[in-house]
Protein backbone atom coordinates (compact mmCIF):
# COMPACT_ATOMS: atom_id res chain seq x y z
CA UNK A 1 0.00 0.00 0.00
CA UNK A 2 2.62 2.69 0.71
CA UNK A 3 4.84 1.52 -2.26
CA UNK A 4 2.15 2.13 -4.66
CA UNK A 5 0.57 4.89 -2.75
CA UNK A 6 3.85 7.00 -2.69
CA UNK A 7 4.32 5.91 -6.31
CA UNK A 8 1.04 7.59 -7.14
CA UNK A 9 2.00 10.75 -5.24
CA UNK A 10 4.83 11.29 -7.18
CA UNK A 11 2.78 10.73 -10.50
CA UNK A 12 0.00 12.84 -8.73
CA UNK A 13 2.36 15.67 -8.47
CA UNK A 14 4.19 15.19 -12.12
CA UNK A 15 0.37 15.43 -13.64
CA UNK A 16 -0.19 18.66 -11.61
CA UNK A 17 2.80 20.35 -12.57
CA UNK A 18 1.96 19.64 -16.40
CA UNK A 19 -1.80 20.59 -16.19
CA UNK A 20 -0.56 24.44 -14.64
CA UNK A 21 1.18 24.97 -17.95
CA UNK A 22 -2.03 24.75 -19.78
CA UNK A 23 -2.69 28.06 -17.71
CA UNK A 24 0.73 30.09 -18.73
CA UNK A 25 0.99 28.79 -22.01
CA UNK A 26 -1.24 26.51 -24.44
CA UNK A 27 1.18 25.86 -27.35
CA UNK A 28 3.08 24.50 -24.12
CA UNK A 29 0.94 22.12 -22.86
CA UNK A 30 0.10 20.69 -26.42
CA UNK A 31 4.16 20.25 -26.36
CA UNK A 32 3.88 18.24 -23.38
CA UNK A 33 0.66 16.44 -24.84
CA UNK A 34 2.34 15.42 -27.77
CA UNK A 35 5.62 14.49 -26.13
CA UNK A 36 3.39 12.04 -24.32
CA UNK A 37 0.70 10.77 -26.38
CA UNK A 38 1.08 7.03 -27.74
CA UNK A 39 4.37 6.96 -27.39
CA UNK A 40 6.13 3.90 -26.08
CA UNK A 41 7.36 5.47 -22.97
CA UNK A 42 4.05 7.18 -22.29
CA UNK A 43 2.34 3.39 -22.67
CA UNK A 44 4.64 2.03 -20.98
CA UNK A 45 3.88 4.79 -17.90
CA UNK A 46 0.25 4.51 -18.08
CA UNK A 47 0.13 0.96 -17.84
CA UNK A 48 2.53 1.00 -14.93
CA UNK A 49 0.24 3.16 -12.99
CA UNK A 50 -2.55 1.21 -14.00
CA UNK A 51 -0.90 -1.44 -11.81
CA UNK A 52 0.10 0.09 -9.49
CA UNK A 53 -3.63 1.46 -8.84
CA UNK A 54 -4.58 -2.16 -9.10
CA UNK A 55 -2.45 -3.03 -6.64
CA UNK A 56 -3.37 -0.38 -4.34
CA UNK A 57 -6.84 -0.96 -4.60
CA UNK A 58 -6.44 -5.01 -3.99
CA UNK A 59 -4.36 -4.46 -1.76
CA UNK A 60 -7.09 -1.71 0.12
CA UNK A 61 -9.49 -4.64 0.27
CA UNK A 62 -8.15 -6.89 1.66
CA UNK A 63 -6.07 -5.30 4.84
CA UNK A 64 -9.98 -3.53 4.97
CA UNK A 65 -11.51 -7.14 4.78
CA UNK A 66 -8.59 -8.35 7.33
CA UNK A 67 -9.34 -5.28 9.49
CA UNK A 68 -13.29 -6.04 9.44
CA UNK A 69 -12.58 -9.73 10.84
CA UNK A 70 -10.35 -8.71 13.60
CA UNK A 71 -12.86 -6.31 14.94
CA UNK A 72 -15.21 -9.46 15.47
CA UNK A 73 -19.05 -9.28 15.36
CA UNK A 74 -19.67 -7.30 18.86
CA UNK A 75 -19.76 -3.67 17.94
CA UNK A 76 -19.22 -1.07 20.89
CA UNK A 77 -22.94 0.87 21.89
CA UNK A 78 -20.96 4.03 22.31
CA UNK A 79 -18.22 5.08 20.27
CA UNK A 80 -17.01 8.77 21.05
CA UNK A 81 -14.75 10.70 18.77
CA UNK A 82 -10.54 10.50 19.91
CA UNK A 83 -8.48 13.67 19.96
CA UNK A 84 -5.94 13.94 16.92
CA UNK A 85 -8.52 11.15 14.96
CA UNK A 86 -9.34 12.78 11.44
CA UNK A 87 -12.49 11.66 9.52
CA UNK A 88 -9.95 10.75 6.58
CA UNK A 89 -8.45 8.33 8.40
CA UNK A 90 -10.87 6.27 9.32
CA UNK A 91 -12.77 6.50 6.12
CA UNK A 92 -9.79 5.71 3.62
CA UNK A 93 -11.74 3.36 1.85
CA UNK A 94 -14.98 5.25 1.26
CA UNK A 95 -12.71 8.00 0.26
CA UNK A 96 -9.96 5.97 -2.20
CA UNK A 97 -14.13 4.29 -3.82
CA UNK A 98 -14.89 7.93 -4.25
CA UNK A 99 -11.68 9.24 -6.16
CA UNK A 100 -12.04 5.00 -8.34
CA UNK A 101 -15.59 6.85 -9.32
CA UNK A 102 -14.21 10.24 -9.99
CA UNK A 103 -11.68 8.74 -11.78
CA UNK A 104 -13.61 6.95 -14.46
CA UNK A 105 -15.36 9.78 -15.09
CA UNK A 106 -11.72 12.01 -15.74
CA UNK A 107 -10.54 8.62 -18.05
CA UNK A 108 -13.39 8.92 -20.17
CA UNK A 109 -13.04 12.97 -20.59
CA UNK A 110 -9.26 12.85 -21.20
CA UNK A 111 -7.52 9.40 -21.62
CA UNK A 112 -10.09 7.68 -23.83
CA UNK A 113 -9.92 11.10 -26.00
CA UNK A 114 -6.30 11.20 -26.37
CA UNK A 115 -3.88 8.74 -25.64
CA UNK A 116 -6.52 5.67 -26.24
CA UNK A 117 -7.75 7.12 -29.57
CA UNK A 118 -4.27 7.49 -31.06
CA UNK A 119 -3.57 4.10 -29.97
CA UNK A 120 -6.40 2.72 -31.96
CA UNK A 121 -5.14 4.69 -34.93
CA UNK A 122 -7.84 7.71 -34.84
CA UNK A 123 -6.44 11.54 -34.82
CA UNK A 124 -6.15 12.14 -30.96
CA UNK A 125 -7.67 15.69 -29.35
CA UNK A 126 -6.09 18.67 -28.59
CA UNK A 127 -5.66 18.34 -25.13
CA UNK A 128 -6.28 22.52 -24.68
CA UNK A 129 -9.72 21.56 -26.27
CA UNK A 130 -10.52 19.50 -23.89
CA UNK A 131 -9.29 21.14 -21.22
CA UNK A 132 -11.57 24.35 -21.79
CA UNK A 133 -14.47 21.81 -23.26
CA UNK A 134 -14.54 19.70 -19.89
CA UNK A 135 -14.02 22.69 -17.51
CA UNK A 136 -16.03 24.86 -19.41
CA UNK A 137 -19.10 23.46 -18.08
CA UNK A 138 -20.24 24.53 -14.83
CA UNK A 139 -21.56 20.71 -14.03
CA UNK A 140 -18.12 19.20 -14.83
CA UNK A 141 -16.16 21.67 -13.09
CA UNK A 142 -18.26 21.05 -9.86
CA UNK A 143 -17.79 17.22 -10.14
CA UNK A 144 -13.79 18.17 -10.56
CA UNK A 145 -13.80 20.35 -7.65
CA UNK A 146 -15.67 17.71 -5.18
CA UNK A 147 -13.71 15.22 -6.63
CA UNK A 148 -10.14 16.95 -6.31
CA UNK A 149 -11.41 17.90 -2.52
CA UNK A 150 -11.75 13.70 -2.04
CA UNK A 151 -8.50 13.49 -3.54
CA UNK A 152 -6.82 16.05 -1.33
CA UNK A 153 -8.56 13.85 2.07
CA UNK A 154 -6.97 10.78 0.61
CA UNK A 155 -3.45 12.57 0.37
CA UNK A 156 -3.60 14.82 3.76
CA UNK A 157 -3.70 11.07 5.27
CA UNK A 158 -2.38 8.65 3.14
CA UNK A 159 1.10 10.74 2.36
CA UNK A 160 2.28 10.32 6.14
CA UNK A 161 0.77 7.26 6.69
CA UNK A 162 3.08 6.14 4.26
CA UNK A 163 5.88 7.02 6.17
CA UNK A 164 4.85 5.11 9.24
CA UNK A 165 4.39 2.17 6.91
CA UNK A 166 7.67 2.09 5.46
CA UNK A 167 9.15 3.00 9.41
CA UNK A 168 10.34 6.94 8.28
CA UNK A 169 8.65 8.61 11.48
CA UNK A 170 10.04 9.35 14.60
CA UNK A 171 10.45 11.26 17.68
CA UNK A 172 11.99 14.57 16.01
CA UNK A 173 9.97 14.34 12.63
CA UNK A 174 6.54 13.36 13.31
CA UNK A 175 5.05 16.51 13.43
CA UNK A 176 7.41 17.62 10.30
CA UNK A 177 5.93 14.37 8.08
CA UNK A 178 2.76 15.43 9.60
CA UNK A 179 3.02 19.11 8.14
CA UNK A 180 5.00 18.28 4.89
CA UNK A 181 1.99 15.49 4.20
CA UNK A 182 -1.03 18.63 4.62
CA UNK A 183 1.35 21.20 2.57
CA UNK A 184 2.44 18.22 -0.60
CA UNK A 185 -1.10 17.48 -0.52
CA UNK A 186 -2.45 21.12 -0.29
CA UNK A 187 -0.55 22.09 -3.11
CA UNK A 188 -1.32 19.00 -5.67
CA UNK A 189 -4.68 19.39 -5.19
CA UNK A 190 -4.64 23.66 -5.64
CA UNK A 191 -1.94 22.97 -8.79
CA UNK A 192 -5.02 20.40 -10.19
CA UNK A 193 -8.16 23.04 -9.49
CA UNK A 194 -6.63 26.35 -9.83
CA UNK A 195 -6.68 25.10 -13.82
CA UNK A 196 -10.63 23.92 -13.30
CA UNK A 197 -10.77 27.55 -11.73
CA UNK A 198 -9.22 29.25 -14.64
CA UNK A 199 -11.32 27.59 -17.47
CA UNK A 200 -14.73 27.83 -15.83
CA UNK A 201 -14.28 31.31 -14.30
CA UNK A 202 -11.42 33.23 -15.45
CA UNK A 203 -11.15 32.14 -19.16
CA UNK B 1 -23.18 12.00 43.46
CA UNK B 2 -25.52 10.00 41.66
CA UNK B 3 -25.03 7.88 38.61
CA UNK B 4 -27.24 5.73 36.25
CA UNK B 5 -25.39 2.81 34.73
CA UNK B 6 -25.52 1.01 31.59
CA UNK B 7 -23.15 -2.11 32.15
CA UNK B 8 -22.84 -4.70 29.69
CA UNK B 9 -23.86 -8.13 31.26
CA UNK B 10 -22.99 -11.47 29.72
CA UNK B 11 -22.34 -14.81 31.27
CA UNK B 12 -19.70 -16.44 29.69
CA UNK B 13 -18.39 -16.61 26.36
CA UNK B 14 -20.54 -18.22 24.54
CA UNK B 15 -23.88 -16.90 25.90
CA UNK B 16 -25.42 -13.83 24.25
CA UNK B 17 -24.75 -10.91 26.48
CA UNK B 18 -26.72 -6.77 26.85
CA UNK B 19 -26.75 -4.00 28.73
CA UNK B 20 -28.41 -4.17 32.31
CA UNK B 21 -29.49 -0.50 34.39
CA UNK B 22 -28.30 0.56 37.75
CA UNK B 23 -28.61 3.56 39.54
CA UNK B 24 -26.03 3.91 42.26
CA UNK B 25 -26.20 6.34 45.03
CA UNK B 26 -24.35 8.53 47.26
CA UNK B 27 -20.84 7.79 45.39
CA UNK B 28 -18.19 10.25 47.01
CA UNK B 29 -16.21 11.87 44.39
CA UNK B 30 -13.32 11.47 45.40
CA UNK B 31 -14.00 7.72 44.70
CA UNK B 32 -12.42 5.89 41.72
CA UNK B 33 -14.44 4.31 38.81
CA UNK B 34 -13.34 0.77 40.68
CA UNK B 35 -14.65 1.86 43.79
CA UNK B 36 -17.93 2.80 42.70
CA UNK B 37 -18.26 -0.75 40.85
CA UNK B 38 -17.29 -2.14 44.15
CA UNK B 39 -19.87 -0.24 45.72
CA UNK B 40 -22.85 -1.42 43.11
CA UNK B 41 -21.32 -4.94 43.60
CA UNK B 42 -21.75 -4.65 47.49
CA UNK B 43 -25.72 -3.46 46.62
CA UNK B 44 -26.57 -6.30 43.95
CA UNK B 45 -24.40 -8.90 46.22
CA UNK B 46 -26.90 -7.71 49.60
CA UNK B 47 -29.95 -8.55 47.35
CA UNK B 48 -28.86 -11.89 46.67
CA UNK B 49 -27.95 -11.34 42.57
CA UNK B 50 -24.69 -11.75 40.30
CA UNK B 51 -21.89 -9.13 41.09
CA UNK B 52 -20.85 -6.87 37.81
CA UNK B 53 -17.61 -9.10 36.49
CA UNK B 54 -14.54 -6.57 35.80
CA UNK B 55 -10.59 -7.16 36.40
CA UNK B 56 -8.49 -5.24 38.44
CA UNK B 57 -5.36 -5.64 40.62
CA UNK B 58 -3.08 -3.13 41.76
CA UNK B 59 -5.58 -0.04 41.66
CA UNK B 60 -2.72 2.39 40.77
CA UNK B 61 -2.05 2.55 37.21
CA UNK B 62 0.62 -0.17 36.94
CA UNK B 63 -0.69 -3.53 36.13
CA UNK B 64 -2.61 -2.82 33.05
CA UNK B 65 -5.91 -5.26 34.43
CA UNK B 66 -8.32 -2.51 34.41
CA UNK B 67 -9.79 -2.23 31.04
CA UNK B 68 -13.40 -0.72 30.67
CA UNK B 69 -14.78 1.16 27.60
CA UNK B 70 -16.69 3.77 29.38
CA UNK B 71 -18.67 6.57 27.15
CA UNK B 72 -17.01 5.26 24.14
CA UNK B 73 -13.15 5.45 25.27
CA UNK B 74 -11.18 2.89 26.56
CA UNK B 75 -10.63 3.42 30.32
CA UNK B 76 -12.85 7.16 30.08
CA UNK B 77 -10.97 9.10 27.82
CA UNK B 78 -9.23 11.52 30.22
CA UNK B 79 -5.48 11.46 28.88
CA UNK B 80 -2.97 9.26 30.67
CA UNK B 81 -5.02 7.84 32.94
CA UNK B 82 -6.45 4.27 33.62
CA UNK B 83 -9.54 3.03 34.47
CA UNK B 84 -8.46 2.98 38.44
CA UNK B 85 -7.34 6.10 38.28
CA UNK B 86 -10.58 7.99 37.08
CA UNK B 87 -12.07 9.40 39.81
CA UNK B 88 -16.08 9.96 39.53
CA UNK B 89 -15.73 13.82 40.30
CA UNK B 90 -14.91 13.42 36.28
CA UNK B 91 -18.67 12.94 35.53
CA UNK B 92 -21.36 14.92 35.95
CA UNK B 93 -23.76 14.30 39.06
CA UNK B 94 -26.90 12.18 37.30
CA UNK B 95 -25.30 10.92 34.35
CA UNK B 96 -25.73 8.15 32.81
CA UNK B 97 -22.28 6.05 32.51
CA UNK B 98 -22.33 3.11 29.83
CA UNK B 99 -19.91 0.60 30.97
CA UNK B 100 -18.82 -2.13 27.97
CA UNK B 101 -15.58 -4.89 27.54
CA UNK B 102 -13.11 -4.30 25.22
CA UNK B 103 -14.32 -4.97 21.89
CA UNK B 104 -12.34 -7.15 19.64
CA UNK B 105 -11.77 -10.77 18.15
CA UNK B 106 -8.68 -11.84 19.51
CA UNK B 107 -10.26 -10.66 23.42
CA UNK B 108 -13.43 -13.13 23.25
CA UNK B 109 -15.29 -11.95 26.87
CA UNK B 110 -15.15 -13.84 29.83
CA UNK B 111 -17.68 -12.58 32.04
CA UNK B 112 -19.31 -9.44 31.61
CA UNK B 113 -16.35 -7.19 32.05
CA UNK B 114 -14.02 -9.19 31.66
CA UNK B 115 -11.76 -10.23 28.12
CA UNK B 116 -9.45 -12.61 27.57
CA UNK B 117 -6.27 -11.13 26.79
CA UNK B 118 -4.47 -13.46 27.25
CA UNK B 119 -3.31 -12.86 23.70
CA UNK B 120 -0.96 -9.88 24.19
CA UNK B 121 0.93 -12.82 26.78
CA UNK B 122 1.38 -14.75 23.92
CA UNK B 123 3.09 -12.22 21.82
CA UNK B 124 5.41 -11.47 24.51
CA UNK B 125 6.04 -15.17 24.58
CA UNK B 126 7.02 -15.15 20.50
CA UNK B 127 9.83 -13.25 21.16
CA UNK B 128 9.23 -10.20 23.98
CA UNK B 129 12.31 -11.23 25.97
CA UNK B 130 16.58 -11.11 25.56
CA UNK B 131 18.54 -14.13 25.49
CA UNK B 132 21.89 -13.38 27.63
CA UNK B 133 23.91 -15.66 30.13
CA UNK B 134 23.70 -14.84 33.34
CA UNK B 135 26.59 -14.21 35.23
CA UNK B 136 27.91 -11.58 37.63
CA UNK B 137 27.10 -7.73 37.65
CA UNK B 138 28.92 -5.74 35.40
CA UNK B 139 29.67 -1.97 35.77
CA UNK B 140 27.26 0.29 35.05
CA UNK B 141 29.46 2.06 32.72
CA UNK B 142 31.01 -1.68 30.98
CA UNK B 143 27.41 -0.76 28.37
CA UNK B 144 27.27 2.97 27.77
CA UNK B 145 23.83 3.97 26.34
CA UNK B 146 22.52 7.61 25.19
CA UNK B 147 20.40 9.61 27.44
CA UNK B 148 18.23 9.68 24.21
CA UNK B 149 17.94 6.45 23.82
CA UNK B 150 17.44 5.62 27.63
CA UNK B 151 14.46 8.19 27.33
CA UNK B 152 12.88 6.16 24.52
CA UNK B 153 13.26 3.06 25.68
CA UNK B 154 12.06 3.79 29.42
CA UNK B 155 9.30 5.38 27.90
CA UNK B 156 8.31 2.68 25.35
CA UNK B 157 8.47 0.53 28.32
CA UNK B 158 6.09 2.12 30.56
CA UNK B 159 3.67 0.30 28.49
CA UNK B 160 1.15 -1.79 31.03
CA UNK B 161 -0.28 -3.97 28.48
CA UNK B 162 -3.85 -3.21 29.09
CA UNK B 163 -5.38 -3.21 25.67
CA UNK B 164 -6.87 0.08 25.10
CA UNK B 165 -5.09 0.66 21.86
CA UNK B 166 -6.96 -2.46 20.95
CA UNK B 167 -9.90 -1.22 21.97
CA UNK B 168 -9.96 1.93 20.39
CA UNK B 169 -8.21 1.01 16.82
CA UNK B 170 -11.25 0.27 14.12
CA UNK B 171 -9.37 -2.61 13.10
CA UNK B 172 -8.42 -3.79 16.76
CA UNK B 173 -4.65 -3.88 15.99
CA UNK B 174 -2.31 -4.70 18.57
CA UNK B 175 0.79 -2.98 16.46
CA UNK B 176 1.11 0.36 19.84
CA UNK B 177 1.32 -2.23 21.98
CA UNK B 178 3.75 -4.37 20.31
CA UNK B 179 5.84 -1.58 18.20
CA UNK B 180 6.57 -0.78 22.08
CA UNK B 181 7.76 -3.71 23.30
CA UNK B 182 9.79 -4.23 20.70
CA UNK B 183 11.18 -0.69 20.84
CA UNK B 184 12.01 -0.87 24.57
CA UNK B 185 14.26 -4.14 24.04
CA UNK B 186 15.58 -2.88 20.50
CA UNK B 187 16.77 0.44 21.55
CA UNK B 188 18.98 -1.19 24.46
CA UNK B 189 22.65 -2.69 23.01
CA UNK B 190 21.14 -5.65 25.14
CA UNK B 191 18.37 -6.44 23.27
CA UNK B 192 20.09 -5.29 19.63
CA UNK B 193 21.28 -7.81 19.17
CA UNK B 194 17.81 -10.22 18.63
CA UNK B 195 16.01 -7.65 16.92
CA UNK B 196 15.71 -9.21 13.56
CA UNK B 197 14.60 -12.17 15.08
CA UNK B 198 12.58 -11.23 17.58
CA UNK B 199 10.28 -8.42 15.38
CA UNK B 200 9.61 -11.00 13.08
CA UNK B 201 8.80 -13.62 15.07
CA UNK B 202 6.28 -11.06 17.46
CA UNK B 203 4.18 -9.51 14.07
CA UNK B 204 3.79 -13.67 13.08
CA UNK B 205 2.06 -14.05 16.19
CA UNK B 206 0.62 -11.09 16.19
CA UNK B 207 -1.08 -11.85 12.51
CA UNK B 208 -1.23 -15.48 13.68
CA UNK B 209 -3.91 -14.70 16.76
CA UNK B 210 -5.89 -12.48 14.51
CA UNK B 211 -5.40 -8.80 15.47
CA UNK B 212 -5.85 -6.43 12.58
CA UNK B 213 -3.56 -3.83 10.49
CA UNK B 214 -2.78 -0.48 11.53
CA UNK B 215 -4.07 2.27 9.14
CA UNK B 216 -2.55 5.10 11.02
CA UNK B 217 -5.45 6.44 12.60
CA UNK B 218 -3.82 7.38 15.64
CA UNK B 219 -6.43 6.52 18.17
CA UNK B 220 -4.32 4.57 19.69
CA UNK B 221 -2.08 6.81 20.97
CA UNK B 222 -4.98 8.97 21.70
CA UNK B 223 -6.31 6.70 24.34
CA UNK B 224 -3.30 5.54 25.96
CA UNK B 225 -2.43 5.46 29.44
CA UNK B 226 0.71 5.59 29.32
CA UNK B 227 0.94 7.96 26.41
CA UNK B 228 3.12 5.54 24.16
CA UNK B 229 3.21 7.13 20.86
CA UNK B 230 2.60 5.79 17.02
CA UNK B 231 6.50 5.94 16.57
CA UNK B 232 6.99 3.48 18.09
CA UNK B 233 4.80 1.80 15.38
CA UNK B 234 7.36 3.21 12.41
CA UNK B 235 10.24 1.88 14.61
CA UNK B 236 8.93 -1.65 14.36
CA UNK B 237 8.25 -1.50 10.86
CA UNK B 238 11.61 -0.09 9.81
CA UNK B 239 13.16 -3.31 12.01
CA UNK B 240 10.51 -5.35 10.18
CA UNK B 241 11.01 -4.04 6.83
CA UNK B 242 14.81 -4.26 7.11
CA UNK B 243 14.63 -8.45 8.82
CA UNK B 244 12.41 -9.01 5.85
CA UNK B 245 14.98 -7.71 3.32
CA UNK B 246 17.99 -9.59 4.91
CA UNK B 247 15.77 -12.56 5.06
CA UNK B 248 18.09 -13.91 7.91
CA UNK B 249 15.66 -16.05 10.92
Not at chain 1, 154 to 180: C, D, F, P, Y
Not at chain 2, 148 to 162: E, K, N, R, T, Y
Amino acid sequence: MAVSGAAMVFFLLFHALMNLVSIFSESGYEAICEFLGANWYAVVGTIGIAALMSIHLVFAFILSWQNYKSRGSDRYAVVAKNEGVTWASRNMLVIGLIVIIGLALHLYNFWYKMQWSELCGNEPASGIQLIKETFGNTFFSCCYIVWLFFIYLHLSHGISSLMQSIGWNNEVWEKRITAIAKVLSALITLMLVSVVFYYWIIY
Amino acid sequence: MNFTLKIWRQHNADSKGGFETYKVEDIPPEASFLEMLDILNEGIVRKGGDPVAFEHDCREGICGCCGLYINGHPHGGFKGTTTCQLCMRKFKNGETIVVEPWRAKPFPVIKDLMVDRSALDKIIQAGGYVSCHTGGVPDANAVLVSKHDADLAMDAASCIGCGACVAACKNASAMLFVGAKISQLELLPQGRIETEERVKKMVAKMDELGFGNCSDTRACQAVCPKKIKVTNIARMNRNYLWAKLKGKH
